[in-house]
């Protein structure tokens, strides 16, 4: 019983927030012989539920928590020192605050750009191709073609805004289908553009001559609402829209208004502005109380997913790994792996 009480002792804790039941598969298993205790929460991190973490070292987080001054500043009262996100985006941190009160911030950069550049391709041939509505109906025995017409991507011009690490292979694939791929990206990539054979164009041409317009750049002050009334206005009339970045980028507001006069041809989302409390969650049965969302729902010209966009095993496993090296690393004093501190 001491023994065991030690081991526990010397162990490092660490509380986990907004745990489903693949993310406790997956980091138990890669955590399988590390000193690592988990504290699993299946609520989100926010300055009301950081007293969860009290005796953890570090806390896990995941997209939707919200690690903003008020909740470091709980967390750090309760001696908290690292926070690692088990995502690459860090826009629910304020890292300002995380600096000034002594909380290292540490994520994971890289883990499958696959898995996300995949389900954009994938969530635009569903919508274009109306796969999600034919699925549907072939099961009602409905074997009518009516209404599913699409569009080859063959030959269209697809606008990649972000050439990060998802960026690239999106417009890649892009390339495949013989599509002409343009990008827009404050810090292009020539050598990269010319062995792909894509064109990097400035922003507003690349709205104006785009068919398929798909958003792979981060969310900070700068980039919140890109595509909003005005920048939805300068797009090709007919325009589809993939965006598994962060919901945020886009005006929700102005894209129904878009969809509503027809000029946006088609929505395919991964990410949604106010997903935070319905995304990763199963709501059925109950009413769905955000309004833009349930309109976004009604259009047959727009395609949701729930935020799948990185669920692959893979992707999972890489999280997996890189979370535990993480905190294992902080805990002998680092360095930290190249590209994970904030
Ligand atoms: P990255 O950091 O590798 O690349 C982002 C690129 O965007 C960079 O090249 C950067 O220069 C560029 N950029 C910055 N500001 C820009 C601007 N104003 N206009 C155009 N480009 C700009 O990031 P990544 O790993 O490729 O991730 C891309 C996005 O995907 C992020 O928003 C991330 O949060 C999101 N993401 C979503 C999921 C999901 O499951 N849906 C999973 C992982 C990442």
């Known amino acids: 019983m001491a023994d065991e009480a030690k081991e526990i002792e010397s162990m490092i804790e660490i509380a986990v927030y907004d745990t489903k039941t693949y993310d406790r598969e997956f980091l138990v298993r890669a955590a399988s012989g590390e000193p690592i205790l988990w504290r699993f929460h299946e609520f989100r991190l926010s300055a009301d539920t950081a007293p969860a973490a009290q005796g953890a070292k570090a806390v896990c987080i995941f997209v939707n928590d919200q690690a903003d001054r008020a909740c470091l500043e709980a967390l750090a009262a309760l001696n908290v020192k690292l926070i690692a996100l088990r995502c690459a985006g860090y826009n629910n941190v304020d890292l300002t605050a995380a600096r000034e009160l002594g909380i290292a ?38 074997f009518s073609l009516s209404g599913l017409v699409g ?5 269209k011009t697809v606008g990649i805004i972000g050439t990060g690490r998802i960026g690239r292979i999106a417009a890649q694939i892009f390339s495949g289908f013989e599509a002409k791929v343009i990008a827009y990206d404050p810090i292009p990539m020539p050598d990269w553009a010319n062995t792909y054979h894509i064109q990097y164009t400035d922003l507003n041409t690349l709205l104006a001559t785009s068919d398929i317009l798909s958003l792979h750049l981060p969310l900070v002050a700068e980039t919140r609402h890109l595509l909003n009334s005005q920048t939805i206005a300068t797009t090709k009339p007919g325009v589809f829209i993939v965006n598994t970045s962060r919901g945020k980028l886009i005006d929700t507001t102005a894209l129904i208004a878009a969809l509503k006069s027809g000029h946006v041809g088609g929505v395919a989302l991964d990410v949604y502005e106010e997903e935070e ?37 893979e992707a999972l496993s890489e ?11 902080f805990d002998d004093g680092g360095p930290f792996l190249e590209g994970t501190t904030l």
């Open 105 to 142: 911030v540490v994520r994971v950069p890289a883990y499958s750009p696959h898995a996300v550049a995949e389900h954009a391709v994938g969530l635009l041939l569903s919508l274009n191709r109306k796969i999600h509505r034919a699925y549907n109906r072939v099961r009602e025995l409905n």
């Open 151 to 155: 569009f080859d991507i063959h030959g």
């Open 277 to 313: 409390g319905i995304f990763f969650q199963d709501l059925s049965g109950q009413v769905l109380l955000d309004d833009e969302l349930s309109h976004l729902l009604i259009f047959p010209n727009v395609l949701i997913t729930s935020h799948q966009a990185f669920l692959t095993y």
């Open 319 to 329: 999280i997996a790994r890189v979370t535990i090296k993480n905190i294992l690393q």
